[in-house]
């Protein structure tokens, strides 16, 4: 592991954010940083936080307290702003414009605006340039959502949950579509999802928050090296499954993030310490069995990678760059 | 990476606008500005509609006007008998300003409360400031464009109901001057007036970020602006006192100029106190009363009145307030949007 200063220069560097709404923080104290060129995931329940981090980072909200850079500048900076592109969850267009009107302005509106790139999006799926977005399917929204999220040439794209209302065929399209521009151009794409499996296939970096903090932070290979999926044998077996078992001595001296068992049957996630007792069968997990680890006990202790922190921060106890 | 960033801003200009619009009528918008006149067009055009069409025909009605005064003698001394048929020229003018004095509420609560509110709501908004322009003159040109329609659109439904009123408007019994229909109609004050209501209309929306509900509020908002506007109209002018000392019978009244609004009459005493005009109203006989004047002193008149003369400076005052209560609020739109827009 690479624990030297960070090399790359980075998307979004965050320092101790917060953001708190009138019912309460929907986000606490974030440190993180993002390098440039990455497609990082970001995942959480439901209200975890992640919209809020896009929109801060988006210059559409504020932090309550903290601060964010986006390449270095802030994120009100007309610099940012130029630089970064927003996709947000409902994908608001302007319902009365029609396709071409929307793809204009995106032209009237940005200086670096990519006219093709954009109208090869929209024409990819078929969608007359001349309908009136509220005329438009959801899916078909979405894509000149979108288009226009692209034509503006992001170095920083942030996509809020922009899968969610596709089929799986177009969802496949425009992903690749995503990755074969994101590679081309060499652009940082930060994206919100539920389908942990899709984000296996897509990402290279992860961020995990839950309950308004950072749980997870760090390049995808990185973290699941750091961590080991154990099944054995319980010692003292319960009645069925129980919720929350005790974990075995044995097991102690490790970063144990989630212990299960199923009669007899144990597994445990953990982030080991040294040697594992050989009772146990280890493997490297999936990402998608140690986010949902992470997602079902919000308490373990949190894991930022050394490339995933940014410098004068404090990232909780269990730092593994310690 | 930073390569990537520098990307030549004009070889993408160039980049074949394939979807050009079909044809452009007048000048050719760009930036903010296109994309506030494309989003608000219908309201803009219904309103520039309304205003020529109301412009037209108060162009007409003076021609009518004109045609009934001409019979009677204008533009010299009309004959004494004109104001026989003048009754349904009088009643036009008020019902015409009566529908004018509507404006500035219908345009608060179409035009000014969605203006923000409706992108607020729908997210437009987020879309719009994602994109490489600063929130900052986007709300420019919404509230620029906006107010440069309401201005022209009024400066002209003004100028052109001052224009058919002129022949007439010495006579108090066509078109009182102090009443809503001509004060409010005529000079800046109907500008004014709606630049304020939509205004308010603007920030209303933008605060409660539901554009039903902030047309709701809106609409109670210009009714207030609209009474307690007309409560303050006439404390605008100076009142003008005029006494007299030829004691208070037959036609000792003083003369005021035409036009003008009398405000309060009494009786002054040599002392220069006034008393009410009751005074002495019980005496039993014509000797009495004179009697009972003496012994209050009473020598003269003394009147309180609003001349003519006065409505134009009123209605500077009055627009100058109204119009530093509008800018009050922009700047109060602009402080409030840096803070949180979306």
């Given at each position: 592991?690479?624990?030297?200063?960070?090399?790359?220069?980075?998307?979004?560097?965050?320092?101790?954010?917060?953001?708190?709404?009138?019912?309460?923080?929907?986000?606490?104290?974030?440190?993180?940083?993002?390098?440039?060129?990455?497609?990082?995931?970001?995942?959480?329940?439901?209200?975890?936080?992640?919209?809020?981090?896009?929109?801060?980072?988006?210059?559409?909200?504020?932090?309550?307290?903290?601060?964010?850079?986006?390449?270095?500048?802030?994120?009100?900076?007309?610099?940012?702003?130029?630089?970064?592109?927003?996709?947000?969850?409902?994908?608001?267009?302007?319902?009365?414009?029609?396709?071409?009107?929307?793809?204009?302005?995106?032209?009237?509106?940005?200086?670096?605006?990519?006219?093709?790139?954009?109208?090869?999006?929209?024409?990819?799926?078929?969608?007359?340039?001349?309908?009136?977005?509220?005329?438009?399917?959801?899916?078909?929204?979405?894509?000149?959502?979108?288009?226009?999220?692209?034509?503006?040439?992001?170095d920083l794209l942030m996509l809020d949950e922009p899968m969610s209302d596709l089929d799986p065929l177009v969802r496949h399209e425009l992903m690749g579509t995503l990755l074969a521009a994101a590679a081309e151009r060499g652009t940082t794409v930060l994206?919100?999802?539920?389908?942990?499996?899709?984000?296996?296939?897509?990402?290279?970096?992860?961020?995990?928050?839950?309950?308004?903090?950072?749980?997870?932070?760090?390049?995808?290979?990185?973290?699941?090296?750091?961590?080991?999926?154990?099944?054995?044998?319980?010692?003292?077996?319960?009645?069925?499954?129980?919720?929350?078992?005790?974990?075995?001595?044995?097991?102690?001296?490790?970063?144990?993030?989630?212990?299960?068992?199923?009669?007899?049957?144990?597994?445990?996630?953990?982030?080991?310490?040294?040697?594992?007792?050989?009772?146990?069968?280890?493997?490297?997990?999936?990402?998608?069995?140690?986010?949902?680890?992470?997602?079902?006990?919000?308490?373990?202790?949190?894991?930022?990678?050394?490339?995933?922190?940014?410098?004068?921060?404090?990232?909780?106890?269990?730092?593994?760059?310690? | 990476?930073?390569?990537?960033?520098?990307?030549?801003?004009?070889?993408?200009?160039?980049?074949?606008?394939?979807?050009?619009?079909?044809?452009?009528?007048?000048?050719?918008?760009?930036?903010?500005?296109?994309?506030?006149?494309?989003?608000?067009?219908?309201?803009?055009?219904?309103?520039?509609?309304?205003?020529?069409?109301?412009?037209?025909?108060?162009?007409?009605?003076?021609?009518?006007?004109?045609?009934?005064?001409?019979?009677?003698?204008?533009?010299?001394?009309?004959?004494?008998?004109?104001?026989?048929?003048?009754?349904?020229?009088?009643?036009?003018?008020?019902?015409?300003?009566?529908?004018?004095?509507?404006?500035?509420?219908?345009?608060?609560?179409?035009?000014?409360?969605?203006?923000?509110?409706?992108?607020?709501?729908?997210?437009?908004?987020?879309?719009?400031?994602?994109?490489?322009?600063?929130?900052?003159?986007?709300?420019?040109?919404?509230?620029?464009?906006?107010?440069?329609?309401?201005?022209?659109?009024?400066?002209?439904?003004?100028?052109?109901?001052?224009?058919?009123?002129?022949?007439?408007?010495?006579?108090?019994?066509?078109?009182?001057?102090?009443?809503?229909?001509?004060?409010?109609?005529?000079?800046?004050?109907?500008?004014?007036?709606?630049?304020?209501?939509?205004v308010g209309g603007v920030a209303i929306g933008m605060v409660l970020r539901r554009t039903l509900l902030a047309m709701v509020v809106t609409f109670v908002f210009g009714v207030v602006v609209q009474v307690v506007w007309a409560m303050n109209r006439l404390?605008?002018?100076?009142?003008?006192?005029?006494?007299?000392?030829?004691?208070?019978?037959?036609?000792?009244?003083?003369?005021?100029?035409?036009?003008?609004?009398?405000?309060?009459?009494?009786?002054?005493?040599?002392?220069?106190?006034?008393?009410?005009?009751?005074?002495?109203?019980?005496?039993?006989?014509?000797?009495?009363?004179?009697?009972?004047?003496?012994?209050?002193?009473?020598?003269?008149?003394?009147?309180?009145?609003?001349?003519?003369?006065?409505?134009?400076?009123?209605?500077?005052?009055?627009?100058?307030?109204?119009?530093?209560?509008?800018?009050?609020?922009?700047?109060?739109?602009?402080?409030?949007?840096?803070?949180?827009?979306?």
């Amino acid at each position: 592991m690479d624990l030297g200063g960070p090399p790359e220069e980075s998307a979004i560097e965050a320092y101790g954010v917060s953001k708190r709404y009138r019912r309460g923080w929907a986000l606490r104290e974030c440190s993180f940083r993002l390098p440039a060129g990455r497609i990082c995931g970001l995942v959480g329940p439901n209200g975890a936080g992640k919209t809020t981090l896009m929109a801060m980072a988006a210059n559409l909200l504020e932090p309550t307290n903290g601060s964010l850079k986006v390449f270095g500048a802030a994120p009100e900076s007309a610099e940012a702003g130029r630089r970064t592109a927003f996709l947000a969850q409902e994908k608001p267009l302007f319902r009365r414009f029609t396709v071409a009107e929307t793809l204009r302005l995106g032209r009237e509106l940005n200086p670096g605006w990519d006219q093709q790139a954009a109208e090869s999006i929209v024409r990819a799926g078929d969608v007359p340039m001349h309908a009136k977005i509220g005329t438009l399917s959801g899916g078909q929204r979405t894509r000149v959502a979108f288009a226009l999220a692209f034509g503006k040439r992001p170095d920083l794209l942030m996509l809020d949950e922009p899968m969610s209302d596709l089929d799986p065929l177009v969802r496949h399209e425009l992903m690749g579509t995503l990755l074969a521009a994101a590679a081309e151009r060499g652009t940082t794409v930060l994206m919100s999802s539920h389908m942990l499996s899709e984000l296996g296939d897509v990402c290279d970096f992860l961020l995990v928050i839950s309950t308004g903090g950072l749980r997870m932070a760090g390049d995808v290979d990185e973290i699941l090296s750091a961590h080991m999926l154990l099944q054995g044998v319980d010692n003292a077996p319960g009645q069925g499954r129980n919720p929350s078992p005790e974990v075995p001595a044995d097991l102690a001296r490790h970063t144990v993030i989630e212990y299960r068992t199923s009669g007899r049957q144990a597994s445990a996630l953990i982030r080991p310490d040294g040697p594992v007792s050989d009772r146990w069968q280890s493997h490297t997990p999936h990402l998608e069995e140690l986010l949902l680890s992470y997602l079902r006990c919000p308490d373990a202790p949190a894991l930022i990678s050394p490339g995933a922190q940014v410098p004068g921060r404090l990232h909780g106890s269990e730092t593994e760059a310690a | 990476m930073s390569n990537v960033t520098s990307t030549p801003i004009d070889m993408n200009r160039t980049a074949a606008p394939a979807t050009a619009p079909k044809r452009s009528r007048g000048p050719r918008l760009t930036g903010v500005v296109w994309l506030t006149w494309r989003q608000h067009r219908a309201a803009y055009w219904t309103i520039l509609a309304g205003a020529a069409f109301s412009v037209l025909w108060m162009t007409i009605q003076r021609a009518d006007l004109i045609d009934f005064l001409t019979i009677h003698g204008w533009p010299g001394e009309l004959s004494a008998d004109w104001v026989q048929g003048a009754g349904t020229y009088s009643a036009m003018f008020n019902k015409v300003g009566l529908g004018l004095g509507f404006i500035p509420l219908v345009l608060g609560v179409f035009l000014g409360a969605p203006l923000l509110a409706g992108d607020l709501e729908s997210g437009t908004a987020k879309l719009v400031t994602s994109q490489t322009v600063s929130p900052n003159k986007w709300l420019a040109a919404k509230l620029g464009i906006s107010t440069v329609v309401v201005v022209v659109c009024m400066t002209a439904i003004s100028l052109v109901f001052g224009w058919w009123w002129a022949p007439v408007k010495d006579e108090n019994n066509i078109l009182d001057w102090t009443a809503g229909a001509a004060f409010d109609n005529t000079g800046l004050v109907p500008v004014a007036l709606t630049l304020f209501t939509v205004v308010g209309g603007v920030a209303i929306g933008m605060v409660l970020r539901r554009t039903l509900l902030a047309m709701v509020v809106t609409f109670v908002f210009g009714v207030v602006v609209q009474v307690v506007w007309a409560m303050n109209r006439l404390n605008l002018g100076q009142v003008v006192t005029r006494t007299t000392d030829k004691g208070v019978d037959g036609s000792s009244f003083p003369k005021v100029p035409s036009g003008s609004l009398q405000l309060d009459q009494s009786y002054v005493t040599g002392a220069g106190d006034t008393l009410g005009t009751s005074t002495c109203v019980h005496a039993a006989s014509k000797e009495a009363r004179a009697v009972c004047l003496e012994k209050a002193d009473i020598v003269g008149w003394s009147v309180d009145y609003l001349p003519m003369s006065q409505m134009s400076g009123m209605q500077w005052l009055g627009s100058s307030i109204l119009l530093g209560m509008t800018a009050a609020v922009a700047g109060f739109i602009f402080i409030w949007t840096r803070k949180r827009l979306v």
